[in-house]
């Protein structure tokens, strides 16, 4: 069984963070490890609190994982701060991670803020040069670009500058905020540039989307699939854990992680 990290926040809620990411390695048949960079108190309505670990803890988590149980891919989502950036930008170029999917986990659904505002410096400087592909829907492009979105050449172009002027060796712009009618398009680019397109479906069962997305596509990467291969199959998979959610709780309820792939 291949071996796959999270590095990332936890949700008490269990829809995101590092609860969504071990359900969605274990849906894809990958042994799911993780480092814990923060805990959150939320639920479906929202974050009422959260607390980020100290840098020194988040690394000493990374360094246990990697000296025994070593992932063939792994993924960031809530770094909370630029200290813990900082630290595991250090830890991947030490121990030479493969595979790194960055999603750049900023906002909450519910709206609610994860992060402080100087861990966008290093995300930019540090962790995108790193990162076999990133991950940012619209509002996080935005943020990391500077540039405004509100089409799809303009996520092309946010796209083209996080890998020609940022070093990702690819992007993938999520496409579920976009006015695009009853399509949602997501923007991949890696040299070149491919559209995927999937009906819209009309729920408030959303919460943890990008995280699932994220790591469904670690998993894949993880096996040895292709990025093309891994990117397709797991939009697919969010589709059908979201068409087929539980309708958990009384706000934006979480996913189905036990959902087909096609």
């Known amino acids: 069984m291949r071996i796959a990290l999270t590095i990332a926040g936890s949700d008490s809620g269990g829809g995101a963070g590092i609860q ?106 540090d962790l995108i040069p790193r990162a076999s592909l990133v991950t940012p829907n619209l509002h996080e492009a935005a943020i990391l670009t500077g540039e405004e979105i509100v089409d799809e050449d303009g996520m092309s172009h946010a796209a083209e500058t996080m890998m020609k002027g940022m070093g990702a060796q690819a992007v993938l712009i999520k496409g579920g905020h976009l006015d695009s009618g009853d399509r949602v398009v997501d923007i991949l680019y890696d040299g070149d540039l491919r559209a995927f397109r999937s009906r819209r479906l009309d729920t408030t069962n959303t919460h943890g989307t990008g995280c699932t997305l994220s790591a469904a596509i670690t998993a894949q990467l993880a096996k040895g699939e292709s990025l093309h291969a891994a990117v397709r199959r797991s939009i697919d998979y969010v589709h059908n854990a979201i068409a087929s959610a539980p309708g958990l709780g009384s706000g934006r309820g979480p996913l189905n992680h036990l959902a087909a792939d096609s």
């Open 20 to 125: 969504a990411d071990l359900k969605t390695f274990q849906r894809f048949g990958i042994f799911g490890t993780s480092a814990i960079t923060a805990i959150t108190a939320q639920n479906t309505r929202g974050v009422s609190r959260w607390e980020a670990l100290s840098p020194d803890l988040v690394r000493a988590q990374i360094d246990s994982v990697v000296e025994d149980l070593v992932p063939s891919a792994f993924k960031t989502g809530m770094l909370a701060n630029a200290g813990i950036a900082s630290s595991v930008a250090a830890a991947i170029r030490d121990h030479s991670l493969q595979n790194y999917v960055l999603d750049p986990v900023m906002v909450a659904t519910s709206g609610d803020v994860l992060f402080e505002q100087d861990t966008i410096d290093v995300i930019r400087r």
